[in-house]
């Protein structure tokens, strides 16, 4: 579980930055560089995903039951993931209407992911990982907001063929995943297939 926590906290660290220090955050971009800046902050998230990774791993080998959900979590937790999913495509998808409307649709898939695994699972590696996630993306979501706001930031306006695409780029990512991608890189078939 430690290997899970430090890893938690350097990568929903290195992605709260911009929530709890924005000025130190462009002060030190501006001192480091563009590429410096970018290749650090790639360096310390890709070294915390991967003890998240591995922490998850280690700790799914001796679970800590808090509570046994219902199977009918998986369900609503399989519909929760075709809107994420949905939602990344969004994030991607230029002048579609999710991204037009939600502004940023990325650390929404962000937080209906993290919800739907919430409920879905009931031990403490869960309740970290998820729970972990679900908060950042609560507190990055509302700060973007606001900085767009203060930055008068105008979003594109949306066309229908591009959030038809976007819809289906999500359903297509969701089926994949669910029927075999999740198996392949988790070890469970969400859909119990």
Known sequence: MTWLLLGLILFLGVHSVRIVAEGWRTHTRERLGEGAWKGLYSLLSLLGFALIVWGYGQARQN???LWVPPVATRHVAA????????LLAAAYVPHNGFKSR???PMVLSVKVWALAHLLANGNLADLLLFGGFLAWAV?????ARQRDRAQGTVYPAAHSGSTAMTVLAG???WAAFA????????GVSPLGI
């Open 63 to 65: 679970p800590v039951v």
């Open 79 to 86: 519909l929760l993931m075709l809107i994420s999913f949905v």
């Open 102 to 104: 939600l502004h940023h």
């Open 139 to 143: 507190l990055d979501f509302r700060s």
């Open 171 to 173: 359903l297509l990512a």
């Open 179 to 186: 029927f075999w991608g999740h198996q392949w890189l988790i």
